[in-house]
């Protein structure tokens, strides 16, 4: 079964930083790419970034392209998310997701809020 446990979210002021972590199990996660989407408040899922099962292809959302860092330890199982000068408008729950495409099963997500 697979699982994934987001952590590391929080209250933050808008251009601070925080870092996510993503801890997988229950499937061969060196094998996966993998990916981060958000969910605003009132709004749909949106894919934020992805990285290819061997860390060395990334891509990002236009909206956090420069500022957001994803990252991946394969030997820990664990997926990141590095953010940094946080907009309010970043303020959304936070998911890591199983594949490249933002699509595949997610955990329960952890809230970020920027604000002042």
């Known amino acids: 079964e697979v699982q994934l446990v987001e952590s590391g979210g929080g209250l933050v002021q808008p251009g601070g930083s925080l870092r996510l972590s993503c801890a997988a199990s229950g499937f061969m996660f060196s094998n996966y790419a993998m990916s981060w989407v958000r969910q605003a408040p009132g709004k749909g899922l949106e894919r934020v970034s992805a990285?290819?099962?061997?860390?060395?292809?990334?891509n990002y959302a236009d909206s956090v392209k420069g500022r957001f860092t994803i990252s991946r330890d394969n030997a820990k199982n664990t997926l990141y998310l590095q953010m940094n000068y946080l907009k309010p408008e970043d303020t959304a729950v936070y998911f890591c997701?199983?594949?490249?495409?933002?699509?595949?099963?997610r955990g329960q997500g952890t809230q970020v809020t920027v604000s002042s």
């Open positions: 997701a199983q594949g490249g495409g933002g699509g595949g099963p």
């Open positions: 990285i290819s099962s061997g860390g060395r292809t990334t």
